[in-house]
C-alpha cells in the first residue's frame, strides 16, 4: 500500500487542488457540506478518503452507507439520462448536475474581432444563432471560421474549424444577411450552420467533442490569460469598433449619395 500511495502523490494532490478549487467556485466551506458521496473505483484507496478529510476539514466522507461507489457511478447515469430525455423534474435531477461550456465559442468577423455565439458556462445542451452581414456589396462568399476562447481577438484564441459559404444572394453590408447557428448536442458535439437568408444556400460543419476536449489546466489558462488582458483587450475592441462604424457609417452615406443622384 505505501508504494502504491507513494506512486499516486501526484493524483492526491491534483485530487486536493481541483476539490479547493470546485469550493472556492461555488463559495462554499466545510461547514456548508453536508456529506461528501465518493464515486468509483478509486473511492476505495484509504488515502483518497483521508486526504478529502483533510481538503474538507473532517466533513463526513461517505462510500458505503449511502451507496457504494459502482452503484454512485450507475445512479449518477441515471441522472444524467434523465437529464437527456427531459424527465429531469420527474427523478429530482438539480442543475448543477447539467455539464457547461467550458469556454465561449464564437466565429471571426471583419478586423479579426471573435463575435460569440455561446458564452463560457453556458448549459449544454444548447442552441444559440447569430446574424451579420457581408462586408462589401454582392459578395459571393464568405468564410466561416470558428473559434474557442475568451479573447477578443481571433488570433488570440484557438481555431476549431472554418468552412466556406459560397452562391450568396447579392446583398449590401448591413442587410444582416448571413444565418449561424451554433448547436452543442448531449454528446457535447457542436454543429455550426451558415445560411444566406437571402438565397436558402446553407453549409456546415461538425465538430468532434474530442476537439475542444482540454483539460482543467489548460481551460483554466485561457480565462486567466483573459483576465489577465482584459484591459488592452476592452482597447482593441474599442478601436475596432469606432473604425467598423466609421466604415459602415461611410458605406450608408455613400449609397444615399448615389440613389439621390
Known amino acids: ?20 478549487s470546485l469550493m472556492r467556485s461555488k463559495h462554499l466551506n466545510a461547514l456548508d457540506l453536508y456529506k461528501v458521496v465518493l464515486v468509483g473505483g478509486g473511492a476505495h484507496m484509504p488515502k483518497v ?3 478529502l478529510q483533510e481538503v474538507l476539514q473532517g466533513c463526513d466522507v461517505c462510500w458505503q452507507d ?31 448536475i447539467t455539464q457547461k461550456a467550458p469556454l465561449s465559442l464564437g466565429i471571426e468577423v471583419e478586423g479579426g ?12 445542451p444548447c442552441r444559440r444563432c447569430i446574424s451579420f452581414s457581408t462586408a462589401a456589396n454582392s459578395q459571393c462568399g464568405v468564410m466561416i471560421q470558428v473559434f474557442e476562447g ?9 481555431l476549431l474549424a472554418r468552412f466556406l459559404l459560397d452562391g450568396l444572394a447579392p446583398s449590401r453590408p448591413g442587410d444582416q444577411n448571413i444565418k449561424v447557428t451554433f448547436t452543442i448536442d448531449l454528446h457535447n458535439e457542436l454543429n455550426v450552420t451558415a445560411t444566406d437568408v437571402f438565397s436558402g444556400v446553407t453549409n456546415g460543419i461538425r465538430i468532434a467533442a ?29 478601436a475596432l469598433f469606432t473604425r ?16 439621390e443622384t
Do not use: W
Not at 445512479?75 to 434523465?82: K, T
Not at 474581432?113 to 449544454?124: A, F, G, P, Q
Open 210 to 238: 474530442a476537439a475542444r476536449r482540454r483539460g482543467k489546466q489548460t481551460t483554466a489558462s485561457f480565462v486567466k490569460h483573459a483576465a489577465a488582458h482584459h484591459d488592452s483587450d476592452e482597447r482593441e475592441r474599442l
Open 49 to 51: 478518503q483521508c486526504v
Open 113 to 124: 474581432s471573435m463575435l460569440r455565439v455561446i458564452e463560457r458556462d453556458t448549459d449544454v
Open 244 to 259: 467598423n462604424n466609421l466604415e459602415s457609417d461611410t458605406l450608408y452615406f455613400g449609397r444615399l449619395l448615389r440613389e
Open 150 to 158: 475568451e479573447r477578443h481577438l481571433t488570433r488570440d484564441n484557438q
Open 1 to 20: 500500500r505505501s508504494l502504491l500511495e507513494e506512486l499516486c502523490v501526484e493524483v492526491f494532490a491534483n485530487i486536493r487542488a481541483q476539490v479547493t
Open 66 to 96: 449511502v451507496c457504494g461507489p459502482q452503484e454512485a457511478v450507475a445512479v449518477g447515469a441515471a441522472l444524467r439520462a434523465a437529464d437527456m430525455v427531459g424527465m429531469r423534474a420527474q427523478v429530482g435531477v438539480e442543475e448543477e
